[in-house]
């Protein structure tokens, strides 16, 4: 059974800096891509970043400059480096795992923004 654990979500305040982390155990398969989503209240699940087994990365434009998305292949764990945060980076943040195109999702971590 494949499953992903997150930790690092938080209050900060705007202008603050968090680093999230999945890791993923359960599958000798290989995971590709990895990422974070995140659902805010009241609005839809969006992509933030995902990043494959071979680095190549990808962003949503509102985090472009600010988030750092990495990944260690060999523990299945993939970061997520969030910088200059503001008011509107407050979410429910998902870590998301594509394994032969099937899609597993972590428990959520609350990233609270405000001061």
């Known amino acids: 059974q494949v499953q992903l654990v997150e930790s690092g979500g938080g209050l900060v305040q705007p202008g603050g800096s968090l680093r999230l982390t999945c890791a993923a155990s359960?599958?000798?398969?290989?995971?590709?891509?990895m990422g974070w989503y995140r659902q805010a209240p009241g609005k839809q699940r969006e992509l933030v970043a995902t990043i494959t087994t071979g680095g190549n990365t990808n962003y949503a434009d509102s985090v472009k400059g600010r988030f750092t998305i990495s990944r260690d292949n060999a523990k299945n764990t993939v970061y997520l480096q969030m910088n200059s945060l503001k008011p509107e980076d407050t979410a429910v943040y998902y870590c998301?795992?594509?394994?032969?195109?099937?899609?597993?999702w972590g428990q959520g971590t609350q990233v609270t923004v405000s001061s």
């Open positions: 359960g599958t000798r398969l290989r995971i590709d891509p």
């Open positions: 998301n795992a594509d394994i032969l195109r099937n899609h597993y």
